[in-house]
């Protein structure tokens, strides 16, 4: 009998490849959750000072970002009650210190109860309404003349589906009144992330 060690099983090494290739792709993964992140706060221009509505506000990353940008307000809205759990544990300092507050719900913020903010994101909240243009009217009630809004939506279609997304809200939001529109679209593996940008008339 020889008594060289014998080699692995192929199955086995299969297996650590399978589990090392899973840690790469998970690690891909959340590098890429956090450039997109990273994205959606840097088209909102977050300036210190800033008073931020965001609509769809999820576990809280957003939040975070715009916390530490500087903006002294900031209100987050989730229908998801868990979500916004995993948002006060991320963000409970902020919470502790009047910066941030935590509210149920998305849509029904505009139903009164806002204080004035000048920068609004939606994410995954406004693409499937009836009346677009009137959340959107209803939007600009909120905001400070010269605020900007952000209609983020996970679009889950190549490039150009998305943009075509994003120029359909466009146009509902030149209709409801807000100017300087355009449309920013990030391509992902699956699908795209895509915004629309406007302002409200100063």
């Known amino acids: ?57 999820g576990s809280g990353l957003e939040l975070s970002l715009c916390l530490a940008y500087g903006a002294s307000r900031v209100v987050g809205f989730d229908p998801w009650l868990v979500k916004l759990a995993i948002a006060y544990r991320r963000n409970r300092a902020a ?39 009137g959340i959107l009217r209803r939007l600009s009630d909120v905001i400070a003349a010269g605020g900007r809004i ?20 466009r146009l509902d939001m030149i209709g409801a009144g807000w100017t300087g529109t355009r449309v920013e679209a990030l391509p992902r593996r699956r699908g795209s992330l895509v915004c629309t940008i406007g302002h409200r008339r100063r």
Request: hydrophobic share 40%; glycine share 10%.
């Open 95 to 133: 919470c502790l210190l009047g910066r941030l507050s935590l509210r149920h719900g998305a849509l029904e913020a505009l139903s009164g109860g806002i204080e004035p903010v000048n920068k609004v994101l939606c994410i995954n909240t406004v693409e499937d309404v009836e009346n677009r243009i």
């Open 1 to 57: 009998m020889s008594d060289f060690p014998r080699a692995a099983p192929s199955h086995c090494l299969s297996g650590q490849l399978r589990t090392l290739l899973g840690i790469s792709v998970q690690r891909t993964s959340c590098v890429f959750r956090w450039q997109q992140h990273y994205w959606l706060t840097a088209l909102l221009d977050v300036q210190p000072g800033d008073r931020i509505l965001v609509l769809g506000c």
């Open 150 to 169: 952000i209609i983020a939506t996970d679009a889950q279609a190549s490039l150009g589906g998305a943009t075509a997304l994003g120029e359909d809200t």
